[in-house]
């Protein structure tokens, strides 16, 4: 951990120094800036964003209750490994709710919902010719904010946010596959051509299918 590193500073502003901490320390485990196993060191981490202990305390007690770190007696808070049967369980929700939402989206988004939600599938496309993973990771998930107005469902966001961290995680893992991306993009695009048509089980159906493939392809890679 670079001490001396000023990208990862918390700036004072309007926000709670605790949100901007647990937002920060958050991106910096769920980019793989903070590898799996490593350890955080209270003090290392004060230095490294410029705020006080307690800040830090009650970032790290929100994280672990993310799954996102795990505190071992003795040694203090580690960044938790994601294993591939704890990918499996987290698609097995998230397909569930996910196409539940498409299903819903379907039945009860407005035209200009719907157009939304088609436009952030182009955006997702152009961020996948860059090869930018970050940039697909952010069309990701204005796709899914989309998808997730447009079902008009306020429970189904509320239940995705508890597991958002750790599907970050797992979006990049499956999307490090190289073969993945344009998988992907299909099986978004059916996805939407079914809500477009008002078709709320082929678009239940489509978005379980596209979990499904995302759930095969990280869980091989995390099982390696």
Do not use: W
């Amino acid at each position: 951990m670079k001490i001396s590193d000023a990208s990862m500073r918390v700036a004072p502003v309007a926000a709670p120094i605790r949100s901007q901490v647990v937002e920060t320390l958050r991106t910096a485990i769920t980019s793989g800036r903070f590898a799996p196993g490593q350890r955080l060191v209270e003090k290392d981490l004060c230095d490294l964003l410029g705020v006080s202990r307690p800040s830090v305390r009650e970032a790290l007690r929100e994280l672990e209750s993310e799954g996102l770190i795990h505190t071992i007696p003795n040694r203090g808070p580690l960044v938790s490994r994601l294993t591939a049967r704890e990918a499996a369980s987290i698609y097995e929700v998230r397909a569930m709710l996910e196409a539940l939402a498409a299903k819903l989206c379907a039945e009860r988004a407005s035209q200009e919902q719907i157009d939304d939600l088609s436009k952030t599938v182009d955006e997702l496309e152009a961020a996948s010719r860059s090869g930018d993973v970050e940039q697909v990771l952010v069309a990701k998930r204005a796709f899914y904010d989309a998808l997730l107005a447009g079902s008009q469902n306020v429970m189904i966001p509320s239940m995705l946010r508890t597991m958002n961290a750790r599907i970050t995680q797992l979006r990049r893992v499956s999307l490090s596959s190289v073969e993945r991306l344009p998988e992907t993009i299909v099986e978004i695009r059916a996805v939407v051509k079914a809500i477009a048509e008002r078709k709320p089980d082929a678009a239940f159906q489509a978005s379980l299918y596209h979990i499904e493939q995302a759930s095969r392809v990280a869980t091989a890679k995390l099982a390696d």
